[in-house]
């Protein structure tokens, strides 16, 4: 039908930069080859219907004219609805009603962003249903807006911003505070593999919106003593060292500040070619940073990363994604094998009586609208 649309959003993996993105600061991610695919299509009535086989309560109908907050099983319509909204909002949206089913070859709760990559894949198809388009990067304000909005989680733009400008065998870098995006390089003959421990970390009810607002308390203090530093990220070493603040929040604004400079020394090698050998050390100590500092880690999390890092083929490894549960990303040679990590996991399972899923990406274009001949989504 002419009045179909398809379209595509990765998943995105945060390579370095954990918690950076809304404290102002310069964060790397890379877009996977795994995703959501949407396909949308016009209907008669101003009603919409949400359709898909990879959540609980796979079939969600209501009307454009009147959105409601969903709750329970149906909850990942919210992920859609925030993007209708605020396209809505900006006389953007379809002013017919539409369906829209989505699929996904991406393992759940693994830290790769699948809720990025539902409102990436859903603006487009409503876009596009409306004969509208518009710059990635307005794109992306518009889903992170739906995300903060209507589903109730203060993220930054990582991972909207990775899934939309990924590239193949690059690293998205996106400068936060100027909302400003770039790609380098990644070496090559090395892979990414995400070890999943199962443990789900439902981000809006866990920890993260305390740790968002520890960090704007510590910016608060910093910048009563000096008022040039917009962004936590900003803070020099020096003066955080010698300011009175609480622990807690001291602990959070040494991981930020710290942080900051392991992506800019990433960065900066990836530029002059550095070996990976080099630049992995700097995944693992953010990984120690975030258990230590951060906090928001967990013992399964520190323990894949310790036996990840006694294996000579990985460069270096880290949690990956908000935290509190979720997965770890390894970086390693392309030696690294099926069968390496099947003994990782087999560690893990000995310790933990459970064993991780393991899974193995490479670097991905963004998010797109799809030709016809592209669809791989099945109905």
Known sequence: MNNTVHAFAP?????????????GGTVL???????????????????FHLRSKSFEGSVISGSIEKLEKLSGNQSWGNYCLGVLKVLQDKNLAPTQGFSLTLRTDLPMSAGLSSSAAVELATAQCLLALSKQSLPKEELVNI????????????????????SAFGETNRVVQIDCAKESYSTLPLPLRT???????????????????????????????????????????????????????????????????????????????????????ELGPLL?????SSSLNFENSLPELDFLVEEL??????????????????????????DFSQADANLI??????????KPNYHSFLPSKGACLLDHSDVKLVN
């Open 11 to 23: 998943g995105r993996i945060e390579f370095l930069g954990n918690h950076l993105d809304y404290n």
């Open 29 to 47: 991610g890379t877009a996977i080859n795994a995703g959501i695919y949407a396909v949308a299509q016009m209907e008669n009535e101003p009603t």
């Open 143 to 162: 889903c992170r807006q739906a995300e903060n909005e209507w589903v109730g989680l203060p993220c930054g733009i990582l991972d909207q911003g990775t």
């Open 191 to 277: 892979s990414f593999w995400i070890f999943d421990t199962g443990i789900k970390h439902d981000l809006i009810d866990s920890h993260y919106g305390t740790r968002n607002q520890e960090c704007k308390d510590a910016l608060t203090i910093i910048q009563a003593l000096d008022g040039s530093i917009e962004c936590l990220t900003q803070c020099p070493v020096s003066l955080l060292q010698n300011i009175e603040i609480p622990e807690n929040l001291k602990k959070r604004a040494q991981h930020v500040v710290e942080e900051q400079a392991r992506v800019h020394r990433f960065s900066d090698g990836l530029q002059n070619k550095s070996l990976p050998l």
């Open 284 to 288: 693992t100590a953010s990984h120690k």
């Open 309 to 334: 890092c006694k294996e000579e083929k990985v460069f270096g490894a880290r949690l990956t994604g908000g935290g509190f549960g979720g997965a770890v990303l390894a970086w390693t040679s392309q």
């Open 345 to 354: 996991a087999l560690e893990y399972e000995n310790e933990w009586k459970h």
